[in-house]
Every structure is written in C-alpha cells, then in structure tokens.
Nanobody
Framework: QVQLVESGGGLVQAGGSLRLSCAAS????????MGWFRQAPGKEREFVAF????????YYADSVKGRFTISRDNAKNTGYLQMNSLKPEDTAVYYC???????????????WGQGTQVTVSS
C-alpha cells in the first residue's frame, strides 16, 4: 500500500507559476512510476505527465509540453510538478498517482492522492 498527499495548489494569475508536491508513504516510492492528472468541472480526467522510477523516461501531454516539468526525489519519497506560464485553461484539480506500469491511462495506476486545486485567473 502507498499513500499519496499532494500540496502546493492555489490561486495564481495567468503567466504565473506553481510547484506541486506529491509526498509518498513508506520506502517503496522508488519502485513506482509517478503520474500527474487533472480534472476540471464537467470535463473528463486528463493526463498531464509521467516519470518512471529511475527518472530515465519522462512524457508530457502536448498541452503542457514546454511549460510543465515533472521530477522526483526518491530519497525523499516525493514527486514534483513545476508549472510555469500558467493559462486559465490549466484550472483544475490536480492528482498525483503511482503505478507499476508505464501509461497515460488513469486506470493503469494503483494509488491516487486526494487532489489539490489549481485556479488560474486572467
């Protein structure tokens, strides 16, 4: 079992930045691929990015490529999502997820955090 807790969300103006953190319990975080997803009201959950356990493989959705950076610190059992040049369309609840596969599909992940709200105003 892995427990995930997100933090770092909030209200920011368009063009601003936020850094989300995902703290994992236990000492098994390094065994999992970590993914970030987001969901806006009335919309389907959307893939944002993933990073494999060693950090060798990283993949971004086209909508955030060049603006967001995913990273992890296995020694601290923590993952991060640095979000720059934020747009109003980035407004959503952001979720951290962990799984033993490499995928852009939410159903492939085994553990999920409670989510953190990100609101971007124009």
């Amino acid at each position: 079992q892995v427990q995930l807790v997100e933090s770092g969300g909030g209200l920011v103006q368009a063009g601003g930045s936020l850094r989300l953190s995902c703290a994992a319990s236990g000492r098994t975080f390094s065994s999992y691929t970590m993914g970030w997803f987001r969901q806006a009201p009335g919309k389907e959950r959307e893939f944002v990015a993933f990073i494999t356990r060693s950090g060798v493989s990283i993949y971004y959705a086209d909508s955030v490529k060049g603006r967001f950076t995913i990273s992890r610190d296995n020694a601290k059992n923590t993952g991060y999502l640095q979000m720059n040049s934020l747009k109003p369309e980035d407004t959503a609840v952001y979720y951290c997820a962990a799984g033993r596969t490499v995928a852009v599909v939410g159903a492939s992940y085994d553990y999920w955090g409670q989510g953190t709200q990100v609101t971007v105003s124009s």
